[in-house]
C-alpha cells in the first residue's frame, strides 16, 4: 500500500447512485436515490425530481427548514431508514459554517450528502531529536472505527460553538490537555475528502492543528472514547499509516498532510505533488 | 486587497486563447493560436489543427525531439516571435520531471504552456519569541518583475540536477548559504498555480521549503541577482503580502503557504478554506 491509496480509500464515490440536494436552488448536497424515494412522501418539504431534490422556497427561513427537516428525520429513525439520531446540530452549507442554511443532526448529514468540518490535533514531541507523535486508540464500544488510532484529539464541530471553545472542549474530553497548554496550538491548514459510505455521502473539511508538547505530558482519556494513547516515533507513525490499516481512515490523511508539512515525506517521493493537491481539493463534487 | 486576491492574480486565463499541446496524443501544455500559425510552417514537426498542435509519432524519441524543437525555436527567436532564449533546459512533461517528453529551452516553456518546476525557500528567524522572514529584492535589470520582494532563495528547476543539488546550488548562490545549514531545511510541500502572459501560459509547480537560521545569520548575494536582504517580523511580511505588490507574485503564494502552515492565518479567516485549496490545485487546466 502507498500513502496514495490511504488517500483514495477516502475518496471513493460513485455520483450516478445519487441526486443532487439543493436548498431554495443552491446545491449543499447529494441523496441516494433510495433515500429520495423515501422523501417523495413530504411533497410540501422536498420537490423530489429525477434531476435532484430541492427544498423549496416555501419554506423560507432558517429556523423553518430546521424544524421541518427535524420531523422528518424524526420519523424516518423510527422507521429505521435512518439509523439514529447523533443529538449535535450541523450547519447545512456549501460554503463555510456560518453561510448555514439550516441545521440537521449530526447523525444525517451522511445521508444528505452535506459538507461537514471536524477539527484533528497532532500531538507531539521531540525527545532527544526524535520527533514522536501521540495516537489515541478508540474504545472498542465506538460506532463507527472502533479499536482504531486516532489523531490525539479530533471531534466534530457542531453548529454555534467557535472552533478555539470546540477544540478547548474536545482536547480536554478526549486527552486531559488543559486549556494552558492549548496557547501554543498552530492551527496549520485543511485537509480535504469526500467519501461514499452505506449511509451516503461526506465531503468533509477538517481544520488541522500542531501542538508540540513536553516529553514529560502524559495524556489521559476524560469521556471515556478512547481507550489508550501511545507515543510513537514519527517513522513507525509513517510506516502504520503506509503498511496498515490500523489508523482510523480519515486520520491517516490528517497524517500523511503532517508527514509533508514536517518534511518526513519528501519531494523524492514519486507521489509528492498528487498527495499534496489531493490533500487539499475541494471537498464537494459540485 | 486580500490574500485571496494574490492567488487569483497568478490564476487568471482564458483558455479561449490556447490550444492543447500534445506529444504523440499526450497533452502537455498550451499554445496561443498566434503561435500556432507560425508552428504551421514545420508540419514534419507539428501537426495543427484547429482542435489543437500535436507532435507526431514520426518523432519518436527523446533526443530526436529535443532536436527538432530546438531548431524550431532557434528560428522563432532569431525573427523575434520568441523573445530570448535562456540557456537551461526544463523537461517536458504532464506528470513529474523523471517522466520528461523532450527537453526544451527555459524561455519557451511558457509559450509552449508546459508544466514547470521550482524550488523556493523561506528563510525565518525566532528572535525572542518573534518570527522574522528573510526576503531578497530583487536587482533592477532582473528581466521579469524588478526589484520586487523574492523568497529568501527562490529558482527555477532545470532538467538533469537534483532537486538537493539545485537547492544547494542556489542557495549559495542567491543568500550564501553554505550546505552545512541546509541539513536543517524542510521541505513542505508544494503550491501551484496557472497564469496566462504575453508569451502564454504557465501552469507552475513551486517546491517549497523552510529553512531556520540562527539570528545573527547575514545573507548575501553571490551571484548580483539580489540587491538587498531584509529581515521583518512575519506580521509586517503579511500585511505587505496582503495591501501591497512589493512582493514578486508568485512569492506571495509561497508565502501564504508559510502564514497558513505556521498558524499566521487562522481558521477564522473567512477565506481559509479556498485560499488551502486554491494553493494546491493540480496546476494543469487540463
Not at 62 to 86: K, S
Not at 139 to 166: C, F, H, R
Not at 167 to 191: D, F, M, N, Q
Request: hydrophobic letters at 40%.
Amino acid at each position: 500500500m502507498s500513502y496514495l491509496d490511504r488517500i483514495e480509500t477516502c475518496n471513493t464515490y460513485d455520483l450516478n447512485h445519487f441526486r443532487p440536494f439543493s436548498v431554495d436552488g443552491v446545491r449543499v448536497g447529494w441523496i441516494k436515490h433510495g433515500l429520495t424515494e423515501q422523501l417523495n412522501r413530504w411533497p410540501d418539504v422536498f420537490q423530489v425530481m429525477n434531476s435532484g431534490v430541492n427544498i423549496g422556497q416555501q419554506l423560507r427561513s432558517f429556523e423553518q427548514r430546521t424544524e421541518v427537516v427535524r420531523a422528518v428525520i424524526g420519523t424516518l429513525v423510527e422507521e429505521g431508514v435512518i439509523a439514529r439520531r447523533h443529538g449535535e446540530m450541523y450547519p447545512v452549507t456549501n460554503a463555510s459554517r456560518d453561510d448555514a442554511l439550516f441545521l440537521i443532526d449530526r447523525a444525517s448529514v451522511a445521508y444528505f450528502g452535506l459538507r461537514a468540518f471536524g477539527q484533528h490535533m497532532n500531538g507531539f514531541v521531540r525527545d532527544n531529536g526524535v520527533m514522536k507523535m501521540w495516537l489515541g486508540r478508540r474504545v472498542a464500544t465506538k460506532w463507527n472505527e472502533p479499536n482504531k488510532l486516532d489523531n490525539m484529539v479530533a471531534g466534530g464541530l457542531p453548529y454555534g460553538i467557535s472552533l478555539q471553545e470546540n477544540l478547548a472542549k474536545e482536547s480536554w474530553e478526549e486527552a486531559a490537555i488543559p486549556v494552558e497548554l492549548l496557547k501554543r496550538v498552530v492551527p496549520t491548514g485543511v485537509v480535504t475528502y469526500c467519501a461514499e459510505t452505506p449511509q451516503g455521502l461526506k465531503p468533509d473539511v477538517i481544520y488541522c492543528y500542531d501542538l508540540e508538547l513536553q516529553v514529560d505530558f502524559q495524556p489521559h482519556c476524560t469521556d471515556g472514547e478512547v481507550q489508550e494513547f501511545v507515543l510513537w516515533p514519527v517513522e513507525e507513525v509513517a510506516e502504520l499509516v503506509r503498511e496498515t490499516e490500523e489508523v482510523k481512515r480519515n486520520c491517516n490523511l490528517v497524517i500523511i498532510d503532517f508527514l509533508i508539512r514536517h518534511g518526513f515525506i519528501t519531494p523524492m517521493d514519486e507521489d509528492y505533488l498528487e498527495l499534496v493537491t489531493r490533500l487539499h481539493k475541494e471537498p464537494s463534487p459540485f
